[in-house]
């Protein structure tokens, strides 16, 4: 496999330079020497940065995408903590549905102000209770 610099890697992962050498500081790449005063990577780095990418799109932790990776950087991937964090996204995605429809119900609502209105108060009551990934009753 060809060797690529950091500034090739950086160019063709997208990844900057500086996090590159971040990634490498918490063990998540590493390079294979220098050339020069370039670090030097394996061609294969960039499969490892598209799964670290994948991870950190999906919500884990650097220290969880870590754990991702048996000796040898092979993929190691723990399957429930993927069903722990599909239920998470559940979470938030439930979260986020019912934030959203109360705020189209406040941009329509027909009350005179916002105080007044059954549906909106229940979203503040739901809000500050903590239980916004409840939908709210329809209503006014």
Sequence with gaps: M???DIAQVSRQSGVP????RFYEEKGLIASHGRHGLRRQYSASVLER???IAL???AGFSLDEIGLMFAEGGRPRIDRQLLADKAE???RTIRRMIAMRNGLRHAAVCPAPSHSECPTFQR???AASSGRMGTPPKTGR
């Design 2 to 4: 060809q060797d690529l």
């Design 17 to 20: 330079a500086s996090t590159l």
């Design 49 to 51: 940065l598209s799964l």
């Design 55 to 57: 991870g950190r799109a």
């Design 88 to 90: 998470e996204l559940d």
């Design 123 to 125: 979203l503040l009551r």
